[in-house]
Antibody, heavy 116, light 109 residues
Framework: EVQLVQSGAEVKKPGESLKISCQGS????????IVWVRQMPGKGLEWMGN????????RYSPSFQGQVTISVDKSINTAYLQWSSLKASDTAMYYC?????????WGQGTLVTVSS | EIVLTQSPGTLSLSPGERATLSCRAS???????LAWYQQKPGQAPRLLIY???SRATGIPDRFSGSGSGTDFTLTISRLEPEDFAVYYC??????????FGGGTKVEIK
C-alpha cells in the first residue's frame, strides 16, 4: 500500500528555522517526484515545488523560490521542506504528494503555526 | 504561468442532482494535462480525474471529466451525500509552476 507519512504539527516563532518531512513507503521512492503544496487557512491549494528523489532535481514555483528549500534523503525514502527564517505568513497546512504531474497519493498534512 | 479560473465559486444543490463545475485556463493546456481533486474538511485532497477525463483508481463512475484546450468540466451525475466538498482543478502540462484553480465548493441546498 502506497503511503506518504508526514511529520507532526509545529508551532514556531517568527525568525526560527524549521524542517518538515514526508516519508514514502509501498512503492519505489526514487521513481516518482514528490511535490509540496501549501494551503493557508480557509484558502486554496498552492503548488510550491517538487523534487525527483532519483537525482534530487528540484523545481520551484517562482512564488516560493528562495523562500523554502526542498530536499530529499533517498536512503530513508524521505523528502523535506525547510525554512531558514519563518514568518507569520508561513502559517498553513503543508501537504506532500506523489507525482510530477497530477498527484495520486497525498500525505496527511503538516500544520505549521508561526506566532510570537 | 497558466492561471486556472473555476466557476462557480459555490454550487448549492440537493442530493440526487447533477453538478457541473467549470475550469477555464488562461492559455491552452497541453495534452489535456488537467486533473481534478476533491477535498473534504480536515482531509488531504483526493485525486478524482487526470488527463482531463480518466478516472483515478476507485473513483465512482458518477464522476466524469471532459474538455480540452482552455475549457474543462467536472460533472457529478447524481450527487451523493459524501460528494459535498471543495473541488480543485490543476494543470500539469506546462513548465512549473503547476497551478491549481481557486476551487468550487459544492454545498447542500
Amino acid at each position: 500500500e502506497v503511503q506518504l507519512v508526514q511529520s507532526g504539527a509545529e508551532v514556531k516563532k517568527p525568525g526560527e528555522s524549521l524542517k518538515i518531512s514526508c516519508q514514502g513507503s509501498g512503492y519505489t521512492f526514487t521513481n516518482y517526484r514528490i511535490v509540496w503544496v501549501r494551503q493557508m487557512p480557509g484558502k486554496g491549494l498552492e503548488w510550491m515545488g517538487n523534487i525527483y528523489p532519483g537525482d534530487s532535481n528540484t523545481r520551484y514555483s517562482p512564488s516560493f523560490q528562495g523562500q523554502v528549500t526542498i530536499s530529499v534523503d533517498k536512503s530513508i525514502n524521505t523528502a523535506y521542506l525547510q525554512w531558514s527564517s519563518l514568518k507569520a505568513s508561513d502559517t498553513a497546512m503543508y501537504y506532500c504528494a506523489r507525482g510530477g504531474g497530477y498527484s495520486d497519493y497525498w500525505g496527511q498534512g503538516t500544520l505549521v503555526t508561526v506566532s510570537s | 504561468e497558466i492561471v486556472l479560473t473555476q466557476s462557480p465559486g459555490t454550487l448549492s444543490l440537493s442530493p440526487g442532482e447533477r453538478a457541473t463545475l467549470s475550469c477555464r485556463a488562461s492559455q491552452s493546456v497541453s495534452s489535456s494535462s488537467l486533473a481534478w481533486y476533491q477535498q473534504k474538511p480536515g482531509q488531504a485532497p483526493r485525486l478524482l480525474i487526470y488527463g482531463a477525463s480518466s478516472r483515478a483508481t476507485g473513483i465512482p463512475d458518477r464522476f466524469s471529466g471532459s474538455g480540452s484546450g482552455t475549457d474543462f468540466t467536472l460533472t457529478i451525475s447524481r450527487l451523493e451525500p459524501e460528494d459535498f466538498a471543495v473541488y480543485y482543478c490543476q494543470q500539469y502540462g506546462s513548465s512549473p509552476p503547476l497551478t491549481f484553480g481557486g476551487g468550487t465548493k459544492v454545498e447542500i441546498k
